[in-house]
């Protein structure tokens, strides 16, 4: 059992950066893929960036360049660096774990309001 806790939200402004942490608890975190997605009012939710066990990194293309994801497993934690932030990447921001098989986790998100 995983407990996944967001946080790093609030509101910022066009071109501002914000960085999104998730602490995990339980044991094994190294273990398990991680992964950050978010949902926009009225859309469906999608998968912004996933770290690997290994820490290889994949993006999605609205964000390659702008977000960074790494992760830190001494501190049972994922993060989410993003920069230049623009008005299309409000949304509530989930963390998630995957553990390889077939369990998913998820916190209960965190929202990142960019406008001026």
């Known amino acids: 059992q995983v407990q996944l806790v967001e946080s790093g939200g609030g509101l910022v402004q066009p071109g501002g950066s914000l960085r999104l942490s998730c602490a995990a608890s339980?044991?094994?975190?190294?273990?398990?893929?991680m992964a950050w997605y978010r949902q926009a009012p009225g859309k469906e939710r999608e998968v912004v960036a996933q770290?690997?066990?290994?820490?290889?990194?994949n993006y999605a293309d609205s964000v390659k360049g702008r977000f960074t994801i790494s992760r830190d497993n001494a501190k049972n934690t994922v993060y989410l660096q993003m920069n230049n932030l623009k008005p299309e990447d409000t949304a509530v921001y989930y963390c998630?774990?995957?553990?390889?098989?077939?369990?998913?986790?998820w916190g209960q998100g965190t929202q990142v309001t960019v406008s001026s």
């Open positions: 339980g044991s094994f975190f190294s273990l398990y893929y």
């Open positions: 998630n774990a995957y553990d390889g098989v077939q369990r998913h986790y």
């Open positions: 770290i690997n066990t290994g820490g290889s990194s």
